[in-house]
């Protein structure tokens, strides 16, 4: 009885594993034919559309923001104050910097 037991055991986990790698094996199978690498190529080509759109957007939207910072520092959307007739010289603007220049000369030339 004992044997019995064993070898229905042994049976029973043998039809198990054999079903379970079956499985997988189909599902590999599936996964690298020509209709499965063509889904898979074409859900990447949607994704990476899709990123590369998003990215685009981000771009134009950090180009506006920094050209916004930059007309900003050059003042370059205000008018021009008229010099008064008394004052020949001719009014400087103060451009605003973010990065200080320091030219320092320690090689010489």
Same mark, same amino acid.
């Given at each position: 009885?004992?044997?019995?037991?064993?070898?229905?055991?042994?049976?029973?986990? @043998?039809?198990?594993?054999?079903?379970?790698?079956?499985?997988?094996?189909? +599902?590999?199978?599936? $996964?690298?034919?020509?209709? @499965?690498?063509?889904?898979?190529?074409?859900?990447? @080509?949607? *994704?990476?559309? *899709?990123?590369?759109?998003?990215?685009? #957007?981000?771009?134009?939207?950090?180009? +506006?923001? +920094?050209?916004?910072?930059?007309?900003?520092?050059?003042?370059?959307? $205000?008018?021009?104050?008229?010099?008064?007739e008394? %004052?020949?010289?001719?009014?400087? +603007?103060?451009?605003?910097?973010?990065? $200080?220049?320091? #030219? %320092? %000369?320690?090689d010489?030339?």
């Amino acid at each position: 009885m004992k044997r019995l037991f064993w070898l229905s055991v042994g049976a029973g986990a @043998g039809i198990y594993v054999s079903h379970r790698v079956r499985r997988r094996v189909e +599902r590999l199978a599936r $996964t690298w034919s020509p209709e @499965g690498v063509a889904s898979r190529a074409i859900t990447a @080509g949607h *994704d990476m559309g *899709d990123r590369l759109r998003h990215f685009a #957007d981000d771009v134009r939207r950090e180009m +506006r923001n +920094r050209e916004a910072e930059l007309r900003e520092a050059v003042r370059i959307d $205000t008018v021009p104050i008229d010099t008064p007739e008394a %004052d020949p010289a001719p009014r400087r +603007r103060v451009l605003k910097a973010r990065y $200080t220049i320091i #030219d %320092d %000369d320690k090689d010489g030339h």
